[in-house]
């Protein structure tokens, strides 16, 4: 079933998080006519993620001050009337903004004048020995767990990585009646210290942070500061992980003593990557910016990418935390809005310069977390030959040195001599930590590049993509007149 090809769509926004679902309102308010859509069941995000489906609070349970704000946007999306296409997936987008969607009942074309994209980051983790074992996931997954579905990731759970990420989920294992085994962080004190002028800025989450330390603190959970996983390994019971101290790059130190500790379960994150799928699909220029998440499209203040009625928003834009992107979403609303010519200069320079300063302070404390979130070279440096690095095609990190070797030098050589990002998550999940590898050989991440961009965006079947089409339908031609 093909439906929309011909509909008058103004704005086709991907992705219904902070940055998506606050550009659609803002836009639908300017006169747009605009269609929101997510692959999830409703709008949040990853951060303001609903309940699943069938799933209800029980009486009397407290909501939490994200729960409640993801709840009041669901709550203005449907008041507004705003088009929302939820379960969605979009797989193909033309040069000429034609998007492809798979959905509930089956496939779907639009054909926009102008698409937002904000779709967000994917999770970062650094492999190391034993990181696909069952029982070791992202802390992005374990968030889903404790925020969505009120469940444990593990009876007795480490926590590791970097970012704050650590913190929020270390203290929703508690809050859920589970136990720390410790949180494991590659960050010294003195980094968290000097981030402080930053989160001043933000003091009721500088505030909520103090408060998780002083939680972890009271439930003798131990913190090791600039110490990072080496090895997994599986038990009877669970796992065996053995950490060790790091500098300040996340190399491992030669004669650092390693702890081993018990649990069931590992959750670890590295940080985020900004999530550049749709906009490598589309040749947008892009840059690399360590200190934003990575390779990161080309902007203006505004949103406006190098591709013409192609605007992006929130941290898919450079890491600045959910707090900035439903602002920046509506910045880049308001641009395609007055593009459009549905609002004039004034109106567009008035309502913007407020949008600016609802910007500027979150994000400042969204780039200084992104900065204690960024790959530290050492710690890629430091991964054993024998670790799988892209789990999808289970390609080494000795495979990946061999090829470089032979001469690989950019990310897509490298990938069509050892598969590395030819799986499922099409090298999100790897590309990032691949392309720390082949720099040293290739002189810089820019001379890496990044994986080309290509459909399917998300995997789909033939089956969603034909649809009812059969044999019969194949048009033949006539035979030639001989």
Same mark, same amino acid.
């Given at each position: !079933?093909?439906?929309?090809v011909?509909h008058a ?7 219904a998080?902070?940055?998506?679902a606050r550009?659609a309102l803002? %836009?639908?308010a300017c =006169?747009?006519?605009?269609?929101l859509?997510?692959?999830?069941v409703?709008?949040?995000g990853q951060v303001?993620?609903p309940?699943p489906?069938g ?7 407290p ?5 409640r704000?993801?709840?009041d946007?669901?709550? %203005? ?11 969605h997936k979009?797989?193909?987008?033309? #040069? ?5 969607l798979i959905g509930?009942?089956?496939s779907?074309?639009w054909?926009?004048?102008?698409l &937002?994209? %904000?779709?967000? $980051? #994917? *999770?970062r ?5 034993? +990181? #696909?074992l069952?029982g070791v !996931?992202?802390?992005?997954a374990? $968030? ?7 469940? &444990?990731?593990?009876?007795r759970?480490l ?6 990420l650590?913190?929020?989920v270390?203290? @929703? ?8 085994? /410790? ?6 004190r003195?980094?968290?210290l000097?981030?402080l002028p930053a ?7 500088? +505030?909520? @942070? ?6 972890l603190?009271?439930?003798?959970v131990p ?10 390994? /599986? $038990?009877?019971?669970g796992?065996?992980?053995?950490v060790?101290?790091?500098d300040?790059?996340g190399?491992?130190?030669a004669d =650092? ?9 590992? $959750?670890?994150g590295?940080?985020?990557?900004? /999530?550049?799928?749709?906009t ?7 840059r690399y910016a ?5 390779w990161i499209a080309e902007t203006?203040?505004?949103g406006?990418t190098?591709v013409a009625?192609v ?9 600045a ?5 439903g602002?920046?979403?509506e910045?880049?609303?308001l641009?395609?809005a007055?593009d ?6 004034a109106?567009?320079?008035? *309502?913007?310069?407020?949008?600016l300063?609802a910007?500027t ?5 969204g780039?200084? !977390?992104a900065g204690? !979130? %960024?790959?530290?070279e050492?710690?890629?440096?430091g991964i054993?030959g024998?670790t799988?690095?892209?789990r999808?095609?289970d390609?080494t990190?000795? *495979?990946?040195d061999?090829?470089a070797?032979?001469g690989a030098?950019d990310l897509?050589?490298?990938?069509a001599?050892?598969?590395?990002g030819m =799986?499922?998550c099409?090298?999100?999940s790897c590309?990032d930590v691949?392309?720390?590898?082949l720099a040293?050989h290739?002189g810089s991440?820019?001379?890496?590049g990044?994986? #080309?961009g290509?459909?399917?965006l998300r995997p789909v079947?033939l089956?969603?993509v034909? @649809?009812?089409?059969t044999?019969?339908?194949?048009p033949i031609?006539? /035979?030639?007149?001989l």
């Open positions: !079933m093909v439906e929309g011909g769509v103004d704005l086709l926004v991907i992705g998080g902070p940055a998506g550009a803002r %836009a639908h =006169g747009l006519k605009v269609l859509v997510d692959e999830n409703d709008a949040g303001y993620r309940l489906v799933f209800s609070r029980s009486a009397g349970a909501r939490s001050k994200e729960a704000a993801g709840d946007l669901r709550a %203005a999306l449907r008041n507004a009337g705003v088009d929302c296409r939820f379960g979009v797989w193909n987008i033309g #040069t000429d903004l034609r998007t492809d509930p009942d089956g779907a074309s054909q926009p004048r102008a &937002l994209v %904000a779709t967000g $980051t #994917t *999770e983790v650094v492999p190391f020995e034993g +990181w #696909t069952p !996931m992202g802390l992005a374990a $968030t889903i767990l404790l925020k969505s579905q009120n469940m &444990l990731p593990g009876r759970t926590v590791a990585g970097s970012g704050p650590l913190l929020a270390a203290d @929703g294992i508690l809050k859920a009646g589970g136990a720390v085994a /410790a949180v494991v962080d590659l960050a010294s003195a980094e968290w000097r981030a989160l001043a800025g933000r003091p009721d989450l500088l +505030w909520r @942070g103090l408060q998780w330390q002083a939680k603190r009271l439930a003798g913190v090791l500061y600039r110490h990072g996983v080496h090895a997994a390994e /599986a $038990t009877d019971d796992l065996r992980v053995h060790q101290p790091v300040a790059t190399r491992p130190l =650092g003593a390693r702890r081993t500790i018990e649990a069931n379960c590992l $959750t670890v590295h940080g985020l990557v900004p /999530a550049t799928d749709v490598r699909l589309l040749r947008a220029r892009h360590a200190e934003r998440g990575g203006d203040e505004d406006r190098s009625g605007y992006l928003a929130g941290d898919g834009a450079g890491i935390g959910a707090a900035a992107a602002a920046h979403g910045l880049a609303a641009a395609c007055a459009l010519g549905r609002i004039g200069k109106a567009h320079a008035n *309502e913007r310069a407020g949008l300063r910007w302070r979150p994000a400042r404390f780039h200084a !977390m204690l !979130m %960024a790959l530290r050492g710690a890629v440096a054993a024998s799988i690095v892209c999808c095609e390609v990190r000795a *495979e990946i061999a090829a070797r032979e030098r897509n050589q490298l990938k001599w050892t598969r590395c =799986g499922p099409q090298g999100r590309g691949t392309g720390a590898l040293p290739a991440r820019e001379a890496v990044c994986f #080309t290509r459909a399917p079947s089956a969603e034909a @649809g009812d089409y044999y019969a339908d194949i031609p006539k /035979a030639a007149p």
